[in-house]
T-cell receptor
Framework: TQLLEQSPQFLSIQEGENLTVYCNSS?????LQWYRQEPGEGPVLLVT?????EVKKLKRLTFQFGDARKDSSLHITAAQPGDTGLYLC???????????FGTGTLLAVQP | GAVVSQHPSRVICKSGTSVKIECRSL??????MFWYRQFPKQSLMLMAT?????????EQGVEKDKFLINHASLTLSTLTVTSAHPEDSSFYIC??????????????FGSGTRLTVV
């Protein structure tokens, strides 16, 4: 069974602070994605990383894929209350590319 | 990406009854769809892969007789929760994968169905 462990599980910070969320697995994934989910809605894709060592930036968000394609990180600079939500990493697995989600990180940014 | 419509968005049912949830791919012919379950403040857990024209593939620990999946056409998959009990109360979400050719690796999610069994 492929598992994706995220840390931390919960994070409450003040507006303007920086944070990093980690996603780790013992398995290799062909691609890894990061999603953000609001309560009562489906997850929304933030980024897909494919190449080991890849770094992608999306405004204040920086995503990194580990060299061995087993882990990833999400760094948010100068967090804002609008960043509040559940952050999920997910890896594609199997012949059908089914998406396996990480354990999730619940972020709360206080104004 | 694909447009995925999920219905209903909320449903309340009595214990012992069955509930059907629909997932439609509006602009993409999906040979596979995925069903997830999510408990409050937790991650999404893959329940099963729905295969058009054949049996669904269930993840370990998911009761196939409890969660009936039908994928009769390339645009519609249904999940029926049979003889629902309060512990089945959860947020159910479907997903369609358009494949790597779509740039973003093409996973689109429905808006989810909040099931409450009373």
């Amino acid at each position: 069974t492929q598992l994706l462990e995220q840390s931390p599980q919960f994070l409450s910070i003040q507006e303007g602070e920086n944070l990093t969320v980690y996603c780790n697995s013992s398995s290799v994934f062909s691609s890894l994605q990061w999603y953000r989910q609001e309560p009562g809605e489906g997850p929304v894709l933030l980024v897909t990383v494919v190449t080991g060592g890849e770094v992608k930036k999306l405004k204040r968000l920086t995503f990194q894929f580990g060299d061995a394609r087993k882990d990833s990180s999400l760094h948010i600079t100068a967090a804002q209350p609008g960043d509040t939500g559940l952050y999920l990493c997910a890896g594609a697995a199997g012949a059908t590319n089914k998406l396996i989600f990480g354990t999730g990180t619940l972020l709360a940014v206080q104004p | 990406g694909a447009v995925v419509s999920q219905h209903p968005s909320r449903v309340i049912c009595k214990s012992g009854t069955s509930v059907k949830i629909e997932c439609r791919s509006l602009d993409f012919q999906a040979t596979t769809m995925f069903w997830y379950r999510q408990f409050p403040k937790q991650s999404l857990m893959l329940m099963a892969t729905s295969n058009e024209g054949s049996k669904a593939t269930y993840e370990q620990g998911v009761e196939k007789d409890k969660f009936l999946i039908n994928h009769a056409s390339l645009t519609l998959s249904t999940l029926t929760v049979t003889s629902a009990h309060p512990e089945d109360s959860s947020f159910y979400i479907c997903s369609v994968n358009q494949g790597p050719g779509q740039g973003s690796y093409g996973y689109t999610f429905g808006s989810g169905t909040r099931l409450t069994v009373v």
